[in-house]
């Protein structure tokens, strides 16, 4: 009888455990505070700006951050410069054709090569694809994912569950993305400097 | 300068960065607003150089 009173009890918590262990966060921030920033340097002139239509969701698991994965979108339309001209000409079919490719993403697969830096801080390279204007290419960079657990009420009052901040640099090429390649290279650099701030939601 | 001494362009948005306190993600806030470039110290400076140039030319014409 005893023994069978600790099965359930062992039963039970190893249950408890995964599924406090894996949970799938939202990425779509009601506070708006998520981002894409990006920063181009030029000769005659700089950019910088921001979208802040994130979407998307990612699974993660503490004991298991390597196994991370999932879809993240950013609104091609979001995108915002200090310039409303400048803007209008980055909507245009010539750069980021926002009408023919509404989002850009990135596919998580996986994080390698993790090191844990703090308490629920992890720090690595995320493997997947990146698919801007259509066109996919091979993701590898550095990301932090911070896991603040039990945090979800700081952000959403009333609510119980966690945050999970996903953070990155990555420098990509326009040419490489099919936007407006090789032309006004002295004003909108071919480099373009991109940092990711993402804010992912999981309600318990 | 008027809108404080940047360099650039001028832009017709002004940016208001923000830190959240809980996640420490920094965040930009678009606002409109016309914040002047350097397209405007440049005409400044054209201003002046024009004005020296008419100065000199006339001061010249009257002591001749």
């Known amino acids: 009888m005893m023994k069978r009173i600790l099965g359930i009890i062992a039963g039970l918590s190893l249950a408890v455990n995964v599924l406090a262990g894996s949970a799938t966060f939202d990425f779509t921030d009601p506070s708006g505070v998520s981002n894409l920033s990006f920063d181009m340097t030029a000769p005659v002139e700089s950019i910088s700006g921001s979208a802040d239509g994130i979407s998307g ?9 390597e ?9 091609t339309s979001s995108l915002m410069v200090a310039k409303g001209k400048m803007r209008d000409h980055i909507m245009g079919s010539m750069w ?11 596919e998580l697969s996986g994080v390698s090569g993790l090191k844990t830096t703090g308490d629920g801080v992890f720090k690595g390279q995320a493997n997947g694809t990146m698919t801007v204007k259509g066109v996919a290419k091979e993701l590898n960079t550095e990301v932090t994912i911070k896991h603040l657990a039990g945090k979800l009420g700081a952000k959403l009052p009333g609510k119980k569950g966690d945050l999970l901040v996903v953070t990155g640099t990555l420098i990509v090429n ?5 936007i407006n390649v090789g032309q006004k290279l002295d004003k909108v650099a071919n480099d373009i400097h991109i940092r990711l701030n993402f804010i992912g939601y999981s309600e318990k | 300068m008027m809108g404080g001494a940047r360099a650039g362009f001028s832009n017709t948005s002004i940016v208001h960065v923000q830190m959240d306190e809980i996640t420490g993600i920094e965040s930009k806030r678009y606002e409109d607003g016309f914040v002047p470039g350097i397209e405007f110290v440049a005409i400044g400076f054209l201003g002046f150089a024009v004005t ?3 100065a000199a030319f006339f001061e010249n014409k009257r002591q001749s």
């Open chain 1, 57 to 65: 969701s990612i699974d993660f698991d503490p004991a298991k951050p």
């Open chain 1, 67 to 75: 196994a991370t994965n999932g879809t993240i979108s950013v609104a």
């Open chain 1, 96 to 106: 980021m054709d926002a009408k023919k490719y509404p989002e850009m993403k990135f």
């Open chain 1, 174 to 178: 326009r040419d490489a993305f099919n």
């Open chain 2, 52 to 54: 020296l140039g008419a």
